[in-house]
């Protein structure tokens, strides 16, 4: 006779095995105790430092102002300031009874796109993760999306950018990104009666004539499927998410960190302002720089286009940032412990404009060539100086190896005193300063004192870039 220990004993086990398995799965819970337990910023983007990122989408076939073009063309506030938008959609297009934003998207054809020119591209530039906007405000999905028909595998290019992406970027070895901005989408544009947008069937593409609980589920699936499709590294989130439901952020971020748990993944999730507490992910500041450094790791997201036309779409006649411009802002953003993101701007057939792709060429040269001062670096204790001579220069170290980087070229010959390299800041002595050249290092004599480090410039030194120079700094 069997006794009911014998037989219940190895049912326990099982049913223990199986709800360990499933706590380890669900490590996280929808609730900002359980979310802010995931509160590390993974090395492997302390180490990258340099990520590009792209804003493609409908707003690329119309090409004007910005990327917000959904919305301004829909304001015919007398009063609004971009009011110019509603008028030239007038002039070029129709009226919006007639001609509304979703006419753009047969247009959006991307029928040169290309994910590993793309994924190329980026290794060319320098970055060690990459990605797409997978939705812009506009409610058009980047990705093969079941949860709504406005997506670009089922209309405009009928591919799975994201997917494709995806794959061409992990093959080259860099982390996969992506960025969402739908949390706008609800709000974004105030539809009148009459207008062809107005239409129910285009509500999920418009957002704001759906009714707002639909509206909500749908953000957060969407949210979810880019998770159980694409597992990206990151996931960069656009202001505005006070739009959301606080308990489907919270849902959606908690299936992003136990999905992530089960691949065994490092996942980061960023916020601006205080959109998500400071402990659950990391924060962007927008084309801005702190003034000092924070201890928290940080993003900066900065784009390529600048000036009056400045946007992070494709827009005719757009001017770009040089190239120098954007190493030197990357250089102060790692001295103050922060990491870069920098926006192309692709056009509506999925090509790169070549001035972009000459900024990227460029940016990449330094990085490949002088990028082992910002990869793989920690801030100093100080992240730099202005020097006597008026030179800008900022610091990074990795272990005992201190690099000093110089906005401009200190000159032949120069003497050069470094103040906030001292015995005390370095905890030691200096064995060697040398600048480093495309080829070799030049050898700089040095001595360390109690009020800085000095070294002197070999006269005619061959200027090894017209971007920035790096001065690596070895103690013992």
Not at 340 to 359: C, H, I, R, W, Y
């Amino acid at each position: 006779m069997f006794s009911k220990t014998k037989i219940l004993l190895p049912l326990l086990i099982g049913i223990f095995l199986v709800h360990d398995r499933l706590s380890a799965q669900q490590l996280y819970e929808p609730n900002w105790p359980s979310l802010e337990k995931h509160n590390e910023v993974p090395d492997w983007i302390r180490d990258a430092k340099f990520g590009i990122y792209c804003h493609w989408g409908v707003y690329a076939v119309p090409a004007y102002n910005n990327e917000h073009y959904i919305q301004h063309m829909h304001n015919d506030n007398p009063d609004y300031s971009k009011l110019g938008t509603y008028k030239r959609h007038l002039a070029m297009y129709g009226p919006l009874e007639k001609f509304d934003y979703h006419d753009f998207i047969p247009m959006f054809k991307g029928e040169k796109f290309n994910a590993d020119e793309w994924a190329d591209l980026f290794v060319k530039g320098g970055a060690r993760f990459a990605g797409p906007v997978a939705e812009h405000h506009d409610g058009f999905a980047m990705w093969d999306s079941e949860l709504t028909p406005f997506n670009a595998k089922d209309m405009g290019p009928k591919r799975d950018v994201v997917g494709e992406l995806e794959k061409s970027i992990r093959g080259r070895g860099m982390k996969f990104f992506t960025s969402l901005h739908h949390e706008l989408n609800y709000t974004n544009v105030k539809m009148k009666p009459g207008w062809a947008g107005s239409d129910p069937k285009y509500a999920k593409l418009y957002g704001s004539t759906m009714k707002k609980e639909e509206w909500e589920k749908m953000w957060m699936d969407k949210c979810n499927e880019l998770i159980d499709k694409y597992h990206p590294d990151i996931i960069y989130h656009d202001a505005w998410l006070e739009q959301v439901p606080v308990k489907n952020l919270q849902t959606y971020l908690a299936h992003y960190f136990n999905e992530a748990e089960k691949r065994k993944q490092n996942v980061i999730v960023t916020y601006k302002g205080e959109d998500i507490p400071v402990g659950v992910g990391m924060e962007d500041h927008e084309n801005s720089n702190p003034e000092k450094i924070i201890v928290k790791p940080w993003l900066c997201d900065y784009s390529i286009g600048t000036g009056l036309s400045y946007s992070w779409g494709y827009t005719e006649g757009m001017e770009i940032r040089p190239a120098k411009e954007i190493i030197h802002t990357l250089i102060e953003v790692v001295s103050k412990n922060g990491q870069m993101l920098l926006n192309l701007s692709p056009k509506a057939d999925g090509t790169f404009p070549d001035d972009q792709k000459e900024v990227v060429y460029k940016v990449g040269r330094w990085m490949w060539s002088f990028g082992e001062a910002l990869y793989d670096t920690r801030p100093f204790s100080v992240f730099g100086e202005t020097t006597d001579a008026r030179q800008k220069v900022y610091f990074t170290q990795k272990g005992k190896t201190i690099y000093a980087t110089f906005l401009e070229w200190p000159g032949d010959n120069a003497a050069v005193t470094l103040k906030q390299l001292t015995k005390k800041s370095l905890n030691g002595n200096v064995k060697s300063v040398n600048l480093l050249g495309l080829k070799n290092l030049v050898k700089c004599e040095n001595q360390l004192t109690s009020s800085g480090l000095r070294f002197a410039i070999p006269a005619k030194t061959r200027v090894p870039s017209d971007i920035a120079y790096v001065f690596k700094i070895e103690t013992e």
